[in-house]
């Protein structure tokens, strides 16, 4: 039995920016990450009865929407000249309403999408989605350690570039 039509477009509405941002961020493609969020939705439609809380939707959301970006990048080659550009265009305003430089928003984005897939998947999920590492290892089904230890080696591969390509941001900051 499936749900009601207005339950799930209430589901929907609360949680495909979470779903979207995450399927792009894991994906760096536009139209692949609006693929995996319908993939995702539909996916909630059909077995939502099994989902018991508002906190085991958003725990069941973000797994299978990290699970099914994967997949997709897995099967697509990307590219990352056109990433940043998507990306810029659907950036949002925080909620505090500050707005990061947009050259540096892309830049950074650039960074995220170069890094191997379990380390920009765990940093996607801490610093986007705000997880802590234990609910990220539950999430993946890896041990805290591989999260951890995928966390600092994303930062710092993250760090590492930024410190070669944004040279020129920092000192006219300064």
């Not at 699970?67 to 099967?75: E, F, P, S, W, Y």
Request: charge should be negative.
């Amino acid at each position: 039995m499936s749900m009601q039509a207005t339950e799930f477009r209430t589901l929907v509405e609360a949680h495909q920016k979470m779903v979207f941002s995450i399927a792009l961020r894991v994906t760096g493609e536009y139209g692949a990450a609006e693929e995996v969020a319908q993939d995702v939705f539909l996916e909630l439609y059909r077995g939502s009865e099994r989902l018991t809380s508002e906190d085991h939707v958003r725990f069941w959301l973000r797994r299978v929407t990290v699970h099914r970006a994967t997949d997709a990048l897995r099967r697509k080659s990307r590219q990352p000249e056109a990433v940043a550009e998507e990306w810029m265009e659907d950036q949002h305003v925080e909620d505090d309403g500050a707005r990061m430089d947009p050259g540096v928003v892309a830049r950074l984005e650039e960074l995220l999408q170069a890094l191997p897939e379990p380390m920009r998947v765990a940093v996607v999920l801490r610093y986007q989605e705000e997880m802590l590492p234990d609910e990220i290892a539950k999430l993946l089904s890896q041990p805290v350690a591989t999260v951890k230890s995928n966390l600092q080696r994303g930062l710092q591969l993250m760090r590492r570039k930024a410190a070669v390509t944004m040279k020129e941001y920092v000192r006219g900051q300064a």
